[in-house]
């Protein structure tokens, strides 16, 4: 598969070439941090960042070429010809189209098995152990990277797709009503998975069941060979009736992809997967239930891939860590461990998080910062509430530290003896947190992305660097 002129006129008719240098080798950035050289450059408009303003860093890093904006073609006009003439430099009308519109002609060339994984919550963790079930079955891949699950991240990964890849696996997350209908019409994946449907992101998307629907919008390009994959046991998913066929997964029996017997102790989950007709016995290490539900759901994609067996319980028990879903660091500031559970909150998984740390088997105390969940609308009262109530079935739980303003919500409802201490921002909680890790402790740190609770991840466990 070749990225050439021929391919860039095909989708971008319109493009003006500048330079002439094609890459042998695609790949995409449109951000200077992480670029990489032989990396195609795309200038983007920002909220706040205008990717203009890094044309020259781009290419002084490596990049092998640029698209910009025809209206802003004085930002490469304004560099010597010697700094890009033996580059690929392409103008648009809409560089952020652009890259839609190419990574959508690159997709439409490959035939091998595209899945998507999306849901309110598990995805990344899906992803990931899914990762290692293709890998235990020696298939060569393509993974979306991280939590780019955008509609821009989508398009930049869809770049890493090669022809000698088996399969292909993608992560969309939606914030707002049309975006996923949006985004499969670029990645038209042949195989998807919807994780679950939680309370998160209603601001945007509405309801539970208008989350779902838009959840559902996953299928919305499949065809009689494509194979839909949902939370059985959620009635919003399982009790609809879908024009392609689909497989269930879940606890109760009339999935065809079940979890039996589960149990949580010495610091890990055992279940019996059972895969069809077949039974697997699993032990998935830590103790967040959670995982229980992503192992279902990506030993349910690797069955309808024809992954065996064997694969699929070798990769399961792989561990996995994902930053900023349960990841366990050691403290820096006292001792213990600190688990960064704070890319993002629902109430589903606060809950998760809340009891994963009550099964944790330890003598060190435990501390939990819990930062406002934010996008819930006008609901959002009654969820802080309930948060506070459900630490009653975290009895091990004495210290809490809450962090914004509707966790003032959660205070009114949190159980008698619990010692509670209210702060606006992640500045106080440090402050606050410093004070009490003097013994041995275990701390979860979980909110909202918006909360900026990972600046106290950063300041009591900060990430080593390799």
Known sequence: MRFDEHFLKASLPDATILAHNFPLSISCSIDTRSLVPGDLFFALQGTHVDGHHFIQQALDKGACGVVLSAHKRQYIDQLPASVYQDKLVVLVADPAHALIRMATMWRSQFSYPVVAITGSIGKTSTKEMLAHILTAAGKHYCVSKGNQNTRI???????????????????????????????????????????????????????????????????????EESIGIVNGDQAVLAQVGYKHPVVKFGTKTMNQVQARKIRVGNNQVSFVLKLYKQKIPLILQGTNEGRVFNSLAAAAVAYVLGIPEESIMQGLQQPIVVSGRFETRSLARGKGVLINDCYNASPESMKAALLALEHLDTNAQKIVVLGDMLELGVNSPFWHRQLGRFLRKAPSLKKVVLVGEMVKWTQKTIPLGVQIELVSSWHEAVTKLEQLVGQESVVLVKGSHGMKLANVVEHFAPQQQL
């Open 153 to 223: 991240g989508l398009a930049l990964n869809i770049f890493n797709m090669r022809a000698n890849h088996h399969a292909a696996v993608f992560e969309l997350g939606i914030s707002r009503r049309g975006e996923m209908a949006q985004m499969v019409d670029v990645l038209r994946p042949t195989t998807a998975v919807i994780t679950a449907v939680g309370h998160s992101h209603m601001e945007g998307l509405g309801s539970l069941a208008d989350i779902a629907q838009e959840k559902r919008d996953v299928f919305k390009c499949f065809t």
